[in-house]
């Protein structure tokens, strides 16, 4: 989500997402979890855990794993020594019995969980043994141990079954289940069955070893396929540069505009024949070098200091081809972290930096919307590995249409200006696809747009280097506009640009004004930017310079 990025500039300079925030603990991780995933529909703790047991590996091997195929609703291991695996027994004897796998199986010593497979992936059987389990569980158990029993009818909870099922499973009276779950309550300091195994569950997630998919290698051209679908009049290139990495961009506007290096926001605005029209009357060109992760599912996963080279890194060749010596940067929403490091690296290359939207003000809140970010920004703080498996899930649960409209809904609602957005992209041709599909796409980019924000760095923004504006939406209450002017006042006094009637999503009704400003910005004091090194690239060409080479195609 566009809206869920922040940062706050204090009097001394320092700035961080979150540094109103205590330092996490266990218990403050665990609630991050619950408040992230209870933004989603019921069932969501549960089918994350068995989702992310799909992809356990641990250096300690605690998870054991069968790669299945589901025949009749009951799974069947791809690889035939795997049938005759002793354990694999255990659980044929158990789906004999029960007849289905719902949720998992209760196993005499083991848990065992199903992840769906899917087009790219096979069903999984995921087995934990009960001491491993036991092991993991300590970390949250109020200095105490559980019994034998407490742990199976814990394991039977969280695959589905209530107290009287679980009672008559293994033949005891409910009362006694009623007792042993009392027990498991106290012990875990939880009120509901559902808070138990809610608990439990994050905690195996924070203790077990997991490992995600890898992502497949190549060149991608999924960005290409959406630009097709969604951008219509965009041109697509790649570019390469010196190191041999690739770098992805979209080229809108006229060839022959003022070259303009925009730094998206975490999902791409939508960009109609209109608006283009309008960037060809202002005579500007949009340069949009797409960080690792947008709008595709290619190469390796990248860590937070790698992601952030590589962005510079595309903006250095964005500049380098397209508009010569220094380069007008416009920095939209979370993409003003990106636009602060480049600037922090090359300020003698910066023409001038506009702040679109600025994230100036830790987002949180005591509602469904505002834990959510709070929870996003506490995980992308303390525990990057637990943060990847929970936006890789969050992704895919909202992947679904009906989630999807639902949760844009619920998070845009406190201001009815973004809500106006909104509906308008589901009032238009795509109906709303459009958001969902890039969203899909750019989860990789988009979770660490969100730690990038955890420790926004304003104070490294250079000071009298380029001129330096900021453009805001009046009704933003995710980044309201007396915060933004404090923190132009903060950087130095610059100037604050208002939209009277918006909120943060300024495209749409918004992106003729926001273009106006813009373009006053640079005709008061921004000089062109330095003569380009060549003529512009167009498709289907190719050239080399400055270390790096462009394949482009047009659209």
């Known amino acids: 989500m566009n809206a869920a990025t922040g940062g706050r500039a204090t009097g001394t300079g320092d700035t961080d997402i979150v540094n109103d925030l ?61 049938r005759l695996h002793p354990l694999w027994h255990d659980i044929a004897v158990a789906l004999e019995r029960q007849g289905h796998i719902g949720a998992g199986l209760a196993l005499k010593a083991h848990l065992a969980l199903i992840a769906e497979g899917d087009d790219e992936h096979p069903a999984r059987i995921m087995v934990l043994p009960d001491g491993a389990m036991a092991h993991a569980l300590r970390g949250i158990l109020r200095q105490e141990e559980m019994t034998a029993a407490e742990l199976r009818l814990l394991k039977q909870l969280i695959c589905g079954a209530g107290l009287a099922e679980a009672a008559r499973a293994d033949g005891v009276s409910h009362e006694t289940r009623r007792t042993q779950f009392k027990s498991l309550a106290r012990k875990f300091g939880a009120r509901s069955q559902a808070e138990l195994t809610s608990r439990a569950i994050v905690q195996l997630l924070l203790e077990t070893g997991t490992a995600r998919p890898p992502a497949r290698e190549g060149t991608d051209d999924r960005f290409i396929a959406l630009a097709d679908e969604f951008l219509p009049g965009a041109r697509c290139h ?24 925009f730094l998206h926001p975490q999902i791409l605005p939508d960009f109609r024949p209109e608006d283009l029209d309008l960037l060809r009357a202002h005579g500007m060109r949009f340069i949009v070098p797409l960080r690792h992760g947008a709008m595709s599912v290619a190469g390796p996963d990248m860590s937070a200091d790698e992601h952030l080279d590589h962005a510079c890194a595309g903006i250095e060749l964005a500049r380098a081809h397209f508009a010569g010596g220094r380069a007008d940067l416009l920095a939209c929403l979370s993409g003003a972290a990106f636009g ?70 619920n998070y845009y609602r406190p201001c009815p200006a973004d809500l106006a957005i909104i509906e308008a992209e589901y009032a238009a041709p795509h109906g709303g696809e459009r958001l969902r599909k890039l969203c899909a796409a750019s989860m990789r980019s988009i979770r660490q747009d969100f730690h990038h924000q955890t420790s926004l760095r304003w104070q490294d923004l250079p000071q009298d280097r380029f001129p330096v504006t900021f453009i805001h939406g009046a009704k933003d209450n995710t980044h309201p506009l007396p915060a933004v002017r404090a923190l132009a006042g903060e950087l130095g006094g610059h100037p604050v640009h208002v939209i009277p009637e918006a909120g943060q999503l300024l495209y749409y009704r918004h992106f003729a004004p926001l273009l106006d400003i813009h373009d006053r910005f640079l005709s008061a004091g921004v000089p062109q930017a330095g003569e380009k090194t060549g003529t512009p690239i167009h498709p289907d060409t190719e050239r080399r310079g400055d270390g790096a080479a462009s394949r482009g195609r047009r659209r």
């Open 340 to 409: 602060i490091e480049y600037a922090r690296r090359h300020p003698e290359r910066v023409a001038s930096l506009a702040f679109v939207g600025a994230p100036a003000i830790p987002a949180a809140g005591s509602s469904t919307t505002g834990r959510l970010r709070a929870g996003l920004f506490r995980l992308a703080t303390y525990d990057g590995a637990l943060f990847a498996r929970v936006m890789d899930f969050f992704g895919r649960r909202i992947n679904q249409p009906e989630t999807f409209r639902r949760l844009l809904a």
């Open 238 to 261: 790649e570019l390469q540069g010196a190191d041999g990495a690739r770098h992805r961009l979209i080229d809108l506007g006229p060839a022959d505009g003022r070259p303009v290096v």
């Open 22 to 82: 205590p330092e996490p603990d266990e218990p403050d991780i665990r609630r991050s979890v619950r408040d992230v995933l209870g933004s989603l529909p019921p069932g969501a703790m549960d089918a994350f855990q068995r989702e992310q047991a799909g992809t356990a590996t641990g250096l300690d091997a605690d998870w054991i794993v069968f790669d299945c195929e589901m025949r009749d609703g009951l799974p069947i291991p791809l690889k035939l020594p795997e």
